[in-house]
Structures are given as C-alpha cells and as structure tokens.
C-alpha cells in the first residue's frame, strides 16, 4: 500500500520546554499548509515520538515495505 506520507521526529523534552515557557514558534519550512496528521508512535528505544503527515506534494511511500522518510523541518522562534 502507497501513501503520500513523511515521518516528523519530536524529541519530547523539546516539546515539553517549548509548552512550559512563554514563547510562540513558527514553521518556516517543512510541514505543508495543506498536510493533515495521519498518525503518531513513540520509540521506546530513542523516546523520541514520530509523527506521520500526510501531503500531496509528498512521493508515495510504501508503507508496508519502506521507512517513511524524515521530513526536514525549520522553526523560527516569534515570541
């Protein structure tokens, strides 16, 4: 089965200093306006957690034979 899919990588520390402090943050590059949230796991191993967004512009992945490719991101602290 072929999705039009990419994996996001947060690291959950990261996550939780960004929530915990007053700050706003945008995305510059990466994850498309139009991209919808497919689904998310956590590795056990890294503890980092994976999110899978899906996208038009994205190459069809299988995904039942491939690793879905990382999406490369770029944030911009605004506030």
């Known amino acids: 089965m072929k ?34 949230l497919r689904g998310l796991t956590i590795d056990p191993y890294t503890q980092v957690i994976h999110l899978f967004v899906e996208d038009e512009s994205f190459a069809p992945v299988d995904i039942e034979t491939e690793v879905t490719p990382q999406l490369k991101t770029v944030f911009r602290k605004i506030q």
């Not at 999705?3 to 995305?27: C, D, F, I, Y």
Request: no cysteine; glycine share 2%; net charge positive.
């Open 3 to 36: 999705a039009k899919v990419m994996r996001l990588v947060v690291n959950p520390q990261q996550l939780l200093n960004v929530m915990m402090h007053e700050s706003a943050w945008r995305v510059i590059e990466g994850i498309p306006k139009t991209a919808r």
